[in-house]
């Protein structure tokens, strides 16, 4: 079961700087291609979609395939140009979707 | 022609073998002409150039259930000219698609990490595609020391 998505945003940033957000969610990645005991396929069952918005506007996202590590890592940067929030979203194959939101202050 | 319990049995184990076997061959990894329509699909008509996209992989990865890898593109990332979305494949896993990131200007740099699962030595390639469609490659060898894909 995926729970508890861990996001890295700094608190303060000038206007202009350029922040790394980290991300971690822990989600087991079925890939499709594991076999049980009796050599039947474990069915796949993996995060396909990670998004992150700032005040309403999507930044970066991601199509994920079975090929990504359990516990999906993800790190990139933005923009910051004002305080605000950031929404991180991750969408699971089953439908569920995990959301964690962090708040910036830009001065 | 009359088909007896011994014939029945003979021709479903057969069949079950060949199940077995015909999809493990298929699966084995992702041929060269999935990775060529996978990325001619990427690039939607466009040459793909070298250049400007540094991927960083390990040169050894000793767990390939989780390689870290780095990708970065040179561009001024501003609204007329930005990196869209760069993909990465891996020629030597069961399905050559492992990730597709998505920038906006707003990523300021394109740049982006994660760890993915590589079956075995095999190489990893990152395209990225820019806002006036030109498309750029990068591909890296990495070599895997334990598969990562169970089973």
């Known amino acids: 079961m995926a729970s508890k998505p861990r996001v890295k945003v700094p608190k303060k940033a000038k206007a202009g700087d350029i922040i790394t957000i980290k991300t971690l969610i822990s989600h087991k990645m079925e890939s499709g291609q594991r076999k049980n005991k009796k050599g039947e396929k474990i069915p796949r069952k993996i995060i396909n979609r990670f998004a992150a918005t700032f005040n309403g506007t999507e930044v970066f996202s991601a199509d994920i395939d079975p090929a990504v590590s359990a516990n999906p890592y993800l790190e990139f940067r933005v923009k910051v140009n004002e305080s605000g929030t950031f929404k991180f979203l991750w969408v699971d194959d089953d439908g569920s979707e995990y959301t964690t939101e962090k708040k910036i202050t830009v001065g | ?151």
């Open chain 2, 1 to 151: 022609m009359k088909i007896t319990r011994r014939k029945a049995m003979a021709l479903g184990t057969a069949g079950a073998l060949f199940a077995v076997f015909g999809s493990r061959i298929n699966r084995a990894h992702a041929s060269a002409e999935e990775i060529d329509a996978a990325l001619k699909a990427f690039a939607e008509g466009a040459e793909i150039g070298e250049g400007q996209v540094s991927l960083t992989t390990p040169e050894i990865a000793e767990n390939g259930n989780t390689v870290p890898i780095s990708v970065e593109v040179d561009s001024p990332m501003t609204e007329d000219n930005h990196v869209k979305s760069v993909m990465v494949l891996a020629d030597g896993n069961p399905n050559p698609e492992v990730i597709t990131f998505n920038f906006t200007a707003a990523s300021g740099v394109a740049t982006a990490k994660t760890r993915i699962r590589l079956a075995k030595t095999q190489n990893v390639i990152a395209v990225a595609k820019m806002s006036d469609g030109s498309v750029h490659m990068a591909k890296n060898q990495v070599k895997v020391t334990i598969g990562g894909c169970g089973g």
